[in-house]
């Protein structure tokens, strides 16, 4: 009887280090991956925001597009690598314009001075010119300047 008694005490004293180990272990695993957890967010969440940054960025093109009209898209739309800051971010925006001659309407090869359609690429890179990482590319044709009094 003896002995389990002191067996037991010995038992329920404290911890062990082998005991303090583990759960220290434990602890360090569940806090290092909250903490990855949480910056992963945080990066993900950067990201997102260039993202819709640089997709902002784009639209204004595709709206300074529409509004300029299409025989003035040769003179004021095109740019190549035009900076834009936001903090400490450094984005570069380009837009090319492609005059295409459409085939189809029987004019072609005929009318090459006066193009059927535009196909208008707008890319954003981020850091440096060459870092594309996002696009946007429509088509434009003359009748979408057509309005009612169009002659």
């Given amino acids: 009887m003896k002995w ?57 093109q595709y709206e300074r597009c529409l509004s300029v009209g299409f025989r003035a898209l040769a003179d004021s739309l095109p740019e190549t690598n035009v900076p834009f800051s936001r903090g400490n971010l450094t984005g570069y925006r380009t837009t090319r314009i492609t005059w295409i001659d459409d085939s189809l309407d029987d004019g072609s090869p005929i009318d090459l001075t006066t193009p059927d359609y535009a196909r208008v690429n707008v890319t954003f890179a981020w850091f440096q010119p060459g870092n594309i990482t996002d696009s946007l590319e429509f088509i434009y044709s003359p009748q979408r300047d057509w309005g009612w009094d169009w002659q």
């Fill in 4 to 60: 389990r008694l002191t067996n037991q005490a010995a038992c329920s004293g404290g911890f062990t280090l082998v005991e303090s180990m583990i759960a220290t272990v434990l602890l360090a695993v569940i806090l290092l991956g909250t903490a990855q957890y949480f910056f992963a967010s945080r990066n993900e969440i950067e990201r997102a925001a260039r993202n819709q940054w640089a997709h902002i960025l784009m639209q204004q």
